[in-house]
């Protein structure tokens, strides 16, 4: 008995002068993130011209992310995150017309709550820009595709400074009457600093 009181009173003596751990979610963080991708066009406006374009497309996508968190309570946590992805095979065809997508980028907000001190349930949303190549069958080029994005998700400390999610985001790309849409769903690894 005198040797588990001494035991536990070694521990929390060592426990008390050692720095505390790292809150994973707090402070800024980097990761990678894959998944599956579908491009929905109905028409585009580009600069080119208009799109009579109808098409989906399944891909797979892969990238990076940065981002930082700030608790403002103790199991609410506010951040901000950008996010660049490349999609494999997700060119949008129909007739002639064609949109491929070459790159797209994020920057969003996100909001959580921790149902326990590694699990975070969050919803996000932000601005969404997409940069592909465009062409009618005739005339070629460039346009950037800029919308909107709103998704949510589970993210996990699996150990010490590093934690993993699994995301489902939503993106509206479209304008002027015509209908653009992102669906993704997405797991991911982050270290946290």
Do not use: C
Not at 53 to 78: C, E, L, Q, S, W
């Amino acid at each position: 008995m005198k040797k588990i009181v001494a035991g536990i009173l070694a521990a929390a003596s060592i426990m008390a002068v050692s720095p505390a751990f790292a809150d994973t979610f707090q402070g800024p963080y980097v990761g990678v993130q894959a998944g599956w991708n579908q491009d929905k066009a109905r028409g585009a406006d580009t600069d080119i011209g208009d799109l009579a374009i109808r098409d989906t497309r399944d891909a797979f996508v892969g990238g990076a992310f940065a981002g930082y968190n700030y608790k403002i309570t103790p199991n609410v946590v506010i951040g901000a995150e950008g996010s660049f992805d490349i999609a494999a095979d997700d060119a949008l065809r129909s007739g002639g017309a064609v949109i491929d997508p070459n790159y797209a980028f994020d920057l969003s907000a996100r909001a959580g709550y921790l149902v326990n001190p590694k699990t975070l349930l969050y919803v996000r949303g932000g601005y969404e820009n997409m940069r592909a190549r465009v062409s009618d069958g005739v005339v070629s080029g460039h346009d950037t595709f800029d919308g909107w994005s709103a998704g949510g998700g589970i993210e996990r400390e699996i150990v010490d400074k590093v934690s993993a999610r699994i995301e489902y985001r939503y993106s509206d790309l479209g304008s002027n009457g015509h209908d653009f849409d992102r669906h993704q769903a997405l797991v991911g690894v982050a270290y946290h600093f």
